[in-house]
T-cell receptor
């Protein structure tokens, strides 16, 4: 069975600092990978996706993620945090064949002024 | 931008009662999904639905659960006899295809079983 691990359930960053959220997956075949963001009282909004094209993927709101097959990782970064980035972030994987998304436990980001 | 809509936003139900959660997927999407998130736990897949039938379901999706697309726009999740442990946030999602297309999520229905 697939699994997704997000290291750190909470991350605190200063405004303007680098945001780095870690995601590792277990899969024998490179899956499709996604990052979603959840703002308070809202649903899951797609930030970006990896679907076997370029390994560096750019998403919305200045976020990007790099797929590293050798490390089975798909870490999310943003060079400069903004107060509006405070939210919970979820990494998710999907097998090439199949429907379901398997989610990590989520990382809640706090941005300090 | 089109979005997935879910109603109600919050549902409070007595244990043992039936509950129906409603979703309107994005209009040109063909695949529909339900997920749930128990407080403090991961988002978990429940079921996917395509061409008027279930295409995949998880172990959680037992005989107490059912899904239906009663008309051209709605997609519903029914829980026949609710239990305390069914309390969770339920998310509906839809996608254009099964393969590499992302799933778009609604804002969720918070189900509280008393």
């Amino acid at each position: 069975a697939q699994s997704v691990t997000q290291l750190g359930s909470h991350v605190s960053v200063s405004e303007g600092a680098l945001v780095l959220l870690r995601c590792n997956y277990s899969s024998s075949v490179p899956p499709y990978l996604f990052w979603y963001v959840q703002y308070p009282n809202q649903g899951l909004q797609l930030l970006l996706k990896y679907t076997s094209a370029a390994t560096l993927v750019k998403g919305i709101n200045g976020f990007e993620a790099e797929f590293k097959k050798s490390e089975t990782s798909f870490h999310l970064t943003k060079p400069s945090a903004h107060m509006s980035d405070a939210a919970e972030y979820f990494c998710a994987v999907k097998k090439a064949a199949g429907n379901k998304l398997t989610f990590g436990g989520g990382t809640r980001v706090l941005v300090k002024p | 931008e089109p979005e997935v809509t879910q109603t109600p936003s919050h549902q409070v139900t007595q244990m043992g009662q039936e509950v129906i959660l409603r979703c309107v997927p994005i209009s040109n999407h063909l695949y529909f999904y339900w997920y749930r998130q128990i407080l403090g736990q991961k988002v978990e897949f429940l079921v996917s639905f395509y061409n008027n039938e279930i295409s995949e379901k998880s172990e959680i999706f037992d005989d107490q659960f059912s899904v239906e697309r009663p008309d051209g726009s709605n997609f519903t999740l029914k829980i026949r006899s609710t239990k305390l442990e069914d309390s969770a946030m339920y998310f509906c999602a839809s996608s254009r295809s099964e393969r590499n297309q992302p799933q778009h999520f609604g804002d969720g229905t918070r189900l509280s079983i008393l």
